[in-house]
């Protein structure tokens, strides 16, 4: 069965890093894109950035540019999220999701992790 399990999330300070995690089991991430996602409370959820499978493109979305990085490392089975200069905007649940490709839309990944809150206050 397949699972993603993130972690890394918290509360951090404006200005503030974390790094957010997200682990498989039950398959290869080798044949997979990871895409992370957020949701805000009464807002819905977006997309945030995607890492193809062989971790050759990365796309982010443009209030995220220059700030989070996507990586992945296939031998742990884990996908990365590197996330500097939080700001209270970014206070979401992350949730990471696996489909053959890249996609801006979640209705396209059929898997998804629980999600990790990151919480951006002073």
């Known amino acids: 069965q397949m699972q993603l399990v993130e972690s890394g999330g918290g509360l951090v300070q404006p200005g503030g890093s974390l790094r957010l995690s997200c682990t498989a089991s039950?398959?290869?991430?080798?044949?997979?894109?990871i895409g992370w996602f957020r949701q805000a409370p009464g807002l819905e959820r977006e997309a945030v950035s995607c890492?193809?499978?062989?971790?050759?493109?990365?796309y982010y979305i443009d209030s995220v540019k220059e700030r989070f990085a996507i990586s992945r490392d296939n031998a742990k089975n884990t996908v990365y999220l590197q996330m500097n200069s939080l700001n209270a905007d970014d206070t979401a649940v992350y949730y990471c999701?696996?489909?053959?490709?890249?996609?801006?839309?979640?209705?396209?990944?059929?898997?998804w992790g629980q999600g990790t809150q990151v919480t951006v206050s002073s």
């Open positions: 999701a696996a489909d053959p490709f890249c996609s801006w839309y979640s209705a396209d990944f059929a898997s």
């Open positions: 039950g398959f290869t991430l080798d044949d997979y894109a």
């Open positions: 890492i193809s499978s062989d971790g050759g493109s990365t």
